[in-house]
């Protein structure tokens, strides 16, 4: 018997998937079928699901099967974060105010991915409205720690083998942070690359939605769907990436294994043949993950939520209403300040990336906090994702607890393609495949 | 017998309204029952309402008065945008597929109206969200002509004196056409002011909120709600405000009465004391309205109505499915060019308004054009749009028909309370009160 016949269909990239599909290896029913089995095993202590029907996902999986090939995600499952509108089934947003709510169409995202013949295999935990009030998904390393949020489901998906792919959103770090947590890929594409039509708001201005996954190469692909893009191979590069070491004013804040991770990566990216040099952000950006996390991101919440602060308070998490109440104390001066900060330093990115085609910065202080009633700090992502540039984390390291710890790369806005790319040279000197996902944990 | 007394209270502006509430003058249940009276009088030939309840006007104002003061604008009618979820009554987008669909919770914008004592009168007609399909609102001052577009019922409802003001979003320029073409204030704020959940999004980086009413007083009573401030009279300018002449470089598509809208209201600035002189804008401006349009709008909306295209295009009308179409054939790249265009000519606006407060630009090519098909052209308008710059139209002139044709005045983005106290200076010295409105042509 043939030891690669019997690998669960469930521990196969979206790529394999639909590559096997294509060729009649496989069928998409027979793929759901694996996803169901492995969250059949596993869900009742990952906790990565909240609304989820396995009948549906089967019957989505036999209408790809008897159909015409749709696209090139066709028969591929795909997890989706809770606050992302889908038609066929509940989108709950975290919070009992949803509970039940069924929106009456699916969202751009969830539309374009089912073009492509992806089947939605359910909804993911998401912290409250995208918040950081958290639902009850563990960390599949090990079910005493977090598994990072608001992202918590689709990265604890993703890490588990109960879906190839899953997507999230990322107002501070809410896709990067669980990604590096849960030992998956995660990427933020430029702010506004995927269309938001149908997601819940956070803060508009800089929620982003991103890809969390197993692979660059299933990153790339489903990216070129919700781009409206023929998927393409990855670019190759033709030349060693020139990669900035960037600490940040709040390296101070990093535990020793996240800086071993990124001067690790450093020193082992420099031997690899990477023009590796120190860069230091130029001062206008001192305190800007605070202006992202407490001005911007308050201020807009506290905005969006009007509706459901003056009609459902009560049943808003304490975190939401100190998120509201701290938005509703900002003036509009001190937004308008925010926000043209963050445009003078959107301005001098160019500068920033003149002798750099990506950034290597810390993703996260450490490896997965203990406990579930937080999911952990979000500055080190929440400059990016202010700054509109696109980022990924990529699973390189371990910590003290062996749990996840990742590193960060940034490129200039608009670059996603160099970034991914970047990535992929990266990830081929410094990855290994086995730190990726829970598979060696669980 | 008093004159004063039997001016029916739907004239009144919402600042007055606001006033004679809170002094005990009146109710909001008889500022409602005018109102109402006024649509019933009008509406079957402006048919600016589409979803309206005289009921539940009249309900929510009893409600007003038996309760305590709420705020502001407390027993202030609004009109609505039928793009804009509200809770209480459907949102039908402009569109079959929509009909009767009912919103769980209202809009950010108009929670705070709500909250700020507002009584949400009803829904305005809107072309087919937010495009360019029009319903069957005409224009108050001669139903043979099109009100403009796409807030048409917004701008003829205030024109018409049904409510004091009304909400509309521009993405092209749909807020400051069809308030030109009824002969209001419009007024567009920096990209991102007011929030935008529950918006259906036509093209979300350019979307903005905005307001039509009949006085600049009530645009900065207005948008102080809407910014979750309280309000405050508006800034007086301490010197005559400088003012660029700005003919653009699509200046020769206007019509007569358009340039001489501009040239004559330059003239007279000039000799009322504002500091005058010609601008001409960089050369990397040219072309901005076919980028904003075509490019950035026709791309974001292909992403946006995904599902409607998948789904629902039998009931999407022929205008739409050649935006959506369009947008299809867009590719990414020719998108982040004209997203990059955008970004760069951002960047040189302090520049251009180095010298001033606010640019004076021509709003529109002319009057409203003739017939109910289409609702004129929105170049003029687009530009600003898509520069996230502040803008507002002033119902300053008339065609030879006897059509109002406004100016628009222009200033740098977050320059909002610049742009309305100049734009208050102007309409003082330029301004005439029965061109506002379609009072005296109906």
Chains 1, 2 share one sequence.
């Not at 890809?211 to 030349?239: F, G, H, N, Q």
């Not at 990924?392 to 490129?411: E, K």
Request: charge should be neutral.
């Amino acid at each position: 018997m043939d030891a690669k016949v019997k690998r669960p269909l469930n521990e196969l990239s979206a790529t394999e998937i639909a590559n096997k599909i294509a060729t009649g290896e496989t069928t998409c029913e027979a793929v759901v079928r694996d996803c169901l089995a492995r969250i059949a095993a596993r869900d009742n202590v990952v906790k990565a699901f909240v609304n989820f029907d396995p009948e549906l996902a089967l019957a989505q999986a036999r209408a790809i099967d008897r159909g015409p090939r749709q696209g090139p995600l066709h028969g591929v499952p795909i997890g989706v974060k809770d606050i992302i509108d889908t038609a066929d089934m509940p989108t709950e947003m975290g919070s009992p105010i949803y509970h039940g709510y069924h929106p009456v169409i699916d969202a751009s995202c969830i539309a374009l991915l089912r073009r492509a013949g992806a089947v939605i295999l359910g909804k993911t935990a998401t912290c409250e409205f995208a918040g950081s009030a958290p639902q009850e998904t563990t960390n599949p390393h090990n079910a005493a720690y977090t598994p990072g949020g608001s992202s918590s489901g689709s990265a604890a998906a993703v890490a588990d083998d109960m879906v190839p792919a899953a997507l999230g959103t990322q107002t501070g770090g809410s896709v990067l942070r669980p990604a590096s947590f849960c030992g998956v890929f995660g990427y933020k594409p430029t702010y506004n690359t995927f269309n938001k039509q149908g997601v819940w708001p956070a803060a508009d201005s800089i929620d982003t939605i991103g890809w969390l996954a197993r692979s660059i190469e299933d990153i790339t692909l489903l990216t070129a769907v919700l781009r409206m893009e023929t998927p393409a191979s990855p670019r190759k590069l033709s030349a060693a990436p020139r990669v900035g070491l960037c600490r940040t004013e709040i390296w101070d804040t990093a535990l020793p294994e996240s800086k071993t991770a990124v001067e690790g990566a450093a020193t082992a990216l420099a031997k690899a043949g990477a023009k590796l040099r120190d860069i230091e952000l130029p001062q206008a950006f001192a305190g800007l993950h605070a202006v992202a996390r407490s001005t911007v991101n308050f201020y807009e919440r506290a905005a969006c939520m009007a509706f459901l602060w003056d009609h459902e308070r009560d049943r808003l998490s304490p975190q939401m209403r100190r998120y509201i109440e701290s938005g509703r104390k900002i003036t509009r001066d001190d937004y308008v300040a925010g926000m043209r900060r963050l445009d003078q330093c959107r301005a001098l990115l160019p500068g920033v990336f003149e002798e750099f085609d990506v950034l290597l910065v810390p993703c996260v202080p450490g490896e997965a906090p203990k406990g579930l009633g937080a999911t952990g700090d979000p500055n080190m992502q929440a400059i990016w994702t202010a700054l509109h540039t696109p980022s990924i984390t990529l699973p390189t390291h371990r910590g003290p607890n062996d749990l996840p710890v990742g590193i960060q790369l940034v490129a200039q806005r608009y670059d996603d393609d160099r970034l991914l790319a970047c990535s992929q040279w990266i990830w081929g000197r410094i990855g290994t495949p086995d730190m990726v996902g829970a598979r060696r944990s669980s």
